[in-house]
């Protein structure tokens, strides 16, 4: 059996960026050959990799440190007002946890969330064959969480079961029903999931202090901050 050390890495070449302009950026990504295990993937996952479609990665920057893995300790986590405010105002979704397949519904949803919130974005247009293989084919341990109100389709919460949690790998929603925080709904949910399974941590990607997208993922504190090779707790404001 191949062990972590085994493995091969290669680099990108460097290439603009995505989330500061005034940056360029070089990808450290497993061997797309290599037969990763789950607990191949857990455990590159607990030293800050990463999944986008088959392709298992970290920042590997030499002049910029900013890219941050971060994760939610779920034991320590205790929901905040705000939390609790976006709960009642969701009392009636019913979330269901399926198989990741690709459908109409499915894309339809995906394609308007990205046209209304990633338009200037790589991902702009979104096509099905992009669908499909950035959230369907990647690994056997994705899952699929729907979150319906009434019977339509709210959002999908894409994430990965780890031997220590779940790694949350993207959500898309209803871009019109923005008002009912379908983001943070997924988050707490992925928690709740978490603590259901008896795992420790929600994996939320990596964090970066100047990029305002990723502002969000410090509400959720406890969190763990990955820094120089160990994980750091962050505790309240």
């Not at 910029?64 to 779920?74: L, N």
């Not at 205790?78 to 405010?85: D, G, I, M, S, V």
Request: a negative charge; hydrophobic letters at 40%.
């Amino acid at each position: 059996m191949t062990s972590l050390s085994e493995l091969r890495f290669f680099t990108t070449p460097e290439h603009d960026c995505s989330y500061l302009d005034d940056r360029q950026a070089i990808t450290l990504f497993v061997d797309p050959l290599a037969k990763i295990t789950t607990d191949m993937y857990s455990g590159l996952s607990a030293v800050g990799f990463r999944r986008s479609g088959d392709h298992i990665y970290r920042p590997y920057c030499q002049a910029c440190a900013a890219c941050i893995p971060v994760r939610i300790p779920v034991a320590d986590f205790t929901l905040k007002r705000r939390h609790n405010r976006i709960i009642n105002r969701n009392s009636d979704v019913v979330v269901k946890q399926v198989a990741p397949c690709v459908n109409e519904e499915y894309f339809n949803l995906y394609h308007n969330y990205i046209d209304a919130r990633h338009a200037d974005g790589d991902m702009y247009p979104a096509e099905i064959e992009q669908f499909e293989s950035f959230l369907v084919l990647g690994r056997q341990e994705a899952i699929f969480f729907e979150f319906r109100a009434k019977g339509d389709l709210l959002a999908v919460a894409v994430a990965d079961k780890l031997n220590d949690g779940l790694s949350a790998i993207y959500t898309f929603f209803d871009p019109e029903k923005e008002k009912r925080s379908p983001g943070v709904l997924a988050v707490i949910h992925l928690i709740e999931e978490t603590r259901r399974l008896s795992l420790g941590y929600v994996y939320l990607g990596y964090w970066i202090k100047q990029c305002q997208k990723m502002a969000y993922k410090m509400d959720y504190k406890p969190i763990e901050l990955y820094v120089n090779n160990r994980w750091v707790p962050i505790l309240v404001d």
